[in-house]
């Protein structure tokens, strides 16, 4: 956590702090979906758009593989490992 680094299968996942941070989101409610609100109130704060959620998701997927993160249609996420 103190560096802000992730590996997946051995393989170090580079990511941004903000996209460290939500993944950390995602780790600490295994297995539960984790709403939208949570979310952007945990990362960013009130000001953040659905936009910005669902392009730093996007890019999420793109560094450790679509399957990982699933969508609950318009109530959040859920991380699946």
Known sequence: L???SLSLE???ILLTKTEFELV???IENKEEIVLRDKIIEKIW???ASDNLL???IKKIRQKLGKEKIRTVRGIGYILQI
Do not use: A, V
């Open 24 to 26: 950390k989101l995602l």
């Open 10 to 12: 051995n393989i170090p």
């Open 2 to 4: 103190q560096n802000y």
């Open 54 to 56: 669902d392009s730093t």
């Open 45 to 47: 704060g009130w000001e």
